[in-house]
T-cell receptor, first 119, second 109 residues
Framework: EAGVAQSPRYKIIEKRQSVAFWCNPISGHATLYWYQQILGQGPKLLIQFQNNGVVDDSQLPKDRFSAERLKGVDSTLKIQPAKLEDSAVYLCASSLGSLPTGLSNYGYTFGSGTRLTVV | QKEVEQNSGPLSVPEGAIASLNCTYS??????FFWYRQYSGKSPELIMSIYSNGDKEDGRFTAQLNKASQYVSLLIRDSQPSDSATYLCAVKGSYQLTFGKGTKLSVIP
C-alpha cells in the first residue's frame, strides 16, 4: 500500500511570501489531517477533513492559513503571508475514518512532512 | 483546552534495560490512546494503541492504561539502541487526536 505523499520536502521562503503544500492520502482513507510540528514540540492539529468537508479547523490561523480538499482526495495547505513563527514541519496524515463515538482503531498514517523555514 | 503531558526527558537507559515512558491527559472523555515513535527528522510512526484499562502487549512493547488516573504508559523491554527516538503519546477525544510534546529516549550501548 502506498503511503501518504507530501511535497515539497523542504521549502525556504522569506517572511510575507506565500507557500503551498500538497498532500495525497492513502487510497480509501476518508479522513485527512494537517498538523504543524514546531521543533521540540508534538504535532498540533491545524485542520481535519472528512471526505471534502471540514470537521475541525479551530486551531487554524485563518487570517493567513487556508486549506482545501477538492473531490475528497488530495489536499493543499497554503500560508499567505508567512511569518517567522510559521517555521515548522507540516505533516499530513490520513486515516480510514474518524468516529465521534465508540472506539477508534484508526491510527493515523503520516506523510514524510514538509520542512518550512521562514527567513 | 485538552492537554496531554509528557516528561520531555531525555530518558537514558542502558541497552537491555526496561524503558518506562509516562503520559497524563486532561480529557476524561478520551477513549483511544496511542503511542507514536519519531526518529529525528522523520515523521511519527504508530507503534501501539490501547482502549481498555489494563495492559496490552506487542512484542517488546507494553502499553498500560488507567482511565481513573488519566494515565497511559509505555514499557519497552530489552531496550535496543535502535529504540532511541522521541516517543509521542496521543489521546483521541471526540474527533481530534491530541499529542503530547514527546519524551526523548536514549538507549546507551
Amino acid at each position: 500500500e502506498a503511503g501518504v505523499a507530501q511535497s515539497p520536502r523542504y521549502k525556504i521562503i522569506e517572511k510575507r511570501q506565500s507557500v503551498a503544500f500538497w498532500c495525497n492520502p492513502i487510497s480509501g482513507h476518508a479522513t485527512l489531517y494537517w498538523y504543524q510540528q514546531i521543533l521540540g514540540q508534538g504535532p498540533k492539529l491545524l485542520i481535519q477533513f472528512q471526505n471534502n468537508g471540514v470537521v475541525d479547523d479551530s486551531q487554524l490561523p485563518k487570517d493567513r492559513f487556508s486549506a482545501e480538499r477538492l473531490k475528497g482526495v488530495d489536499s493543499t495547505l497554503k500560508i499567505q503571508p508567512a511569518k517567522l513563527e510559521d517555521s515548522a514541519v507540516y505533516l499530513c496524515a490520513s486515516s480510514l475514518g474518524s468516529l465521534p463515538t465508540g472506539l477508534s482503531n484508526y491510527g493515523y498514517t503520516f506523510g514524510s512532512g514538509t520542512r518550512l523555514t521562514v527567513v | 483546552q485538552k492537554e496531554v503531558e509528557q516528561n520531555s526527558g531525555p530518558l537514558s537507559v542502558p541497552e537491555g534495560a526496561i524503558a518506562s515512558l509516562n503520559c497524563t491527559y486532561s480529557d476524561r472523555g478520551s477513549q483511544s490512546f496511542f503511542w507514536y515513535r519519531q526518529y529525528s527528522g522523520k515523521s511519527p510512526e504508530l507503534i501501539m494503541s490501547i482502549y481498555s484499562n489494563g495492559d496490552k502487549e506487542d512484542g517488546r512493547f507494553t502499553a498500560q492504561l488507567n482511565k481513573a488516573s488519566q494515565y497511559v504508559s509505555l514499557l519497552i523491554r530489552d531496550s535496543q539502541p535502535s529504540d532511541s527516538a522521541t516517543y509521542l503519546c496521543a489521546v483521541k477525544g471526540s474527533y481530534q487526536l491530541t499529542f503530547g510534546k514527546g519524551t526523548k529516549l536514549s538507549v546507551i550501548p
